[in-house]
Every structure is written in C-alpha cells, then in structure tokens.
C-alpha cells in the first residue's frame, strides 16, 4: 500500500472535489429535466474513461501493489507541494465554475431550463472552467502519484475527454444561441483565460 503524505493529499482533494460535485449535481437534479439533450453513448463512455483514470487508476496504485511496476524510484522532493497547490487551485476553480453556473450545470451535454450564457466571474474569461479545472486536477495527480499509469492516467483520459467533447459541446451551444454564443467565442479564451476579456455584444 502507497498511503503517505502525498497520496493523503491526493485523497483529501479527491474528496473536497466530489463533495462539491454532488452538492451541485442535486442542485441541478431538484431544478427538473432538460431541456435538451445531446447526450451519447459516447459522451457517457467519456465521463467513464474519466473516471478511470481519476479515481479507479489512483485508487488502485494506492491501495494495492498491482502498479508497483510503473512507479517512479525516486520522484523529486518539491513534487507533493507543488501537486498540492495546483489541487488546492483546481479545486477552487471547480467551485467558481459550479457556483457560477448553478442549476444549469450538468454532467453531459444538456440544455437546462431557462440556460443562458453564463458571462460573469470566471466565465467572463474563459468558456470552460470546468475543463481547465479537470486537466489542473490531472496535473496534481501526476505530481502527487509518483506512478508512470496512475500518476498520468487522468491526464490522457482528461485530454481526450477536452478533444472530443469541447468542439461538442461549443457546436451544441452555437445551435442553441448562435450569435449571441459566437460572440462570447470571440471574447473568452476556451481552457486558457483570456485575460483581457472583453464584454460581448450580448453581455
């Protein structure tokens, strides 16, 4: 078993981020069905591939000798701090993007009731802090488990999940309110922040 500092840091983060996950996913469950929804076979075999390589990988090496062969022999020292800090950065960015969206988040593609663009707080930078918030919890993971699969399988299924579904995702939405969702393209970064974001025409 691989239970010291770094990998408690791992579960304590992984608990913080499922804690807030299913306090808005009631949320948005007691706000009623769908308006739409895009949801595939696919997009549910991406949330599994998550998490795999999120919590059934890590939880794996952690508790069991199965991944002993991957391991890292001596990680560097300043690893567990630095995958602490980008956890503790994830997280808070998981709990803007979910506060920010209420009752209109969801875990698959689905146009909630009343959905409008959300263009305040985080969202007034960037269109997919909930993404960016999956690939800095990837990154801690690899910093916090010193494992060549458990440590980086959240950063392979994490990118895929962003190459598939983001352009989805965005297709989805420019369907639904297109102009008014072009314009926000053109104002926002999409995993990265732009910055100097600029209000569009519809804010």
């Given amino acids: 078993m691989h239970l010291h500092a770094p990998q408690a840091i791992f579960l304590v983060?992984?608990?913080?981020?499922?804690?807030?996950?299913?306090?808005y996913q009631r949320r948005a469950r007691a706000a009623g069905p769908s308006r739409a929804n895009h949801s595939t076979a696919l997009d549910k075999s991406l949330?599994?591939?998550v998490a795999i390589g999120q919590m059934v990988l890590p939880l794996i090496y952690i508790f069991t000798p199965w991944l002993?062969?991957?391991?890292?022999?001596?990680?560097?020292d300043a690893w567990p701090a630095a995958g602490a800090l980008v956890w503790a950065a994830g997280l808070w960015l998981f709990w803007r993007a979910h506060a920010e969206l209420g009752t209109w988040w969801s875990i698959t593609l689905e146009i909630r009731p009343n959905h409008q663009i959300v263009?305040?707080?985080?969202?007034r930078f960037m269109r997919?802090?909930?993404?960016?918030?999956?690939l800095l919890f990837a990154l801690a993971q690899a910093l916090l488990l010193p494992n060549a699969v458990a440590g980086m399988?959240?950063?392979v299924a994490v990118g895929i999940l962003c190459i598939v579904r983001i352009p989805r995702e965005e297709a989805m939405?420019?369907?639904?309110?297109g102009q008014a969702y072009r314009d926000y393209m053109q104002a926002t970064g999409g995993v990265?922040?732009?910055l100097s974001a600029r209000r569009s025409r519809t804010a």
């Fill in 13 to 23: 983060g992984l608990l913080a981020y499922q804690g807030i996950r299913t306090i």
């Fill in 47 to 49: 949330i599994g591939l």
């Fill in 68 to 76: 002993d062969g991957a391991s890292y022999a001596d990680p560097p």
């Fill in 119 to 123: 263009q305040r707080g985080v969202y």
């Fill in 128 to 134: 997919h802090p909930m993404y960016a918030a999956f």
């Fill in 153 to 155: 399988g959240a950063l």
């Fill in 173 to 177: 939405m420019c369907e639904v309110f």
């Fill in 192 to 194: 990265v922040p732009r």
